[in-house]
């Protein structure tokens, strides 16, 4: 019978060509994936400021439209005769107030849920049993 050695004689030269290619690919792959993030992070930049400018212009185009709405209704009042001038002008600026005070309401009835009311009143509850337990935990056993 004839022995056979199962240990393979490794090169060392040969492990730190690969162990090179490796690191080699690796620094590859950080250097296009940092690419991809500095490209990646100026899209969104340019995306961001393209959608706060568009949010402005939307804003500023509202804010034309209602006010040459209003100054239409007033012009429109004061053509049917109904009131002067004055007087449309005044009806107009009195509707936009009561608006903007039931756009003020329903805002603060929307807002009083973000106060967390029903967590604040379970955890109170359960601090206030958590509470009492302890104060009848405290109390010396009834005597027989």
Do not use: C, Y
């Amino acid at each position: 019978m004839t022995e056979t050695n199962h240990t393979q004689d490794k090169d060392p030269e040969g492990d730190n060509e690969h162990i090179e290619d490796i690191t080699t690919i690796l620094k590859a792959l950080l250097a296009d994936l940092a690419r991809v993030v500095a490209v990646e992070t100026r899209l969104f930049g340019h995306t961001v400021l393209a959608m706060l400018g568009l949010t402005v212009a939307i804003a500023l185009l509202l804010v034309a439209g209602w006010l040459f709405a209003g100054a239409a209704l007033v012009v429109a009042l004061a053509n049917l005769q109904a009131f002067n001038l004055m007087g449309a002008l005044l009806v107009v600026t009195l509707g936009h107030l009561v608006l903007a005070a039931l756009a003020f309401w329903r805002l603060r009835h929307i807002t009083r849920d973000l106060t967390f009311r029903e967590s604040r009143a379970s955890v109170n509850s359960l601090l206030a049993h958590a509470k009492s337990l302890g104060d009848a935990a405290e109390q010396p056993p009834p005597e027989r």
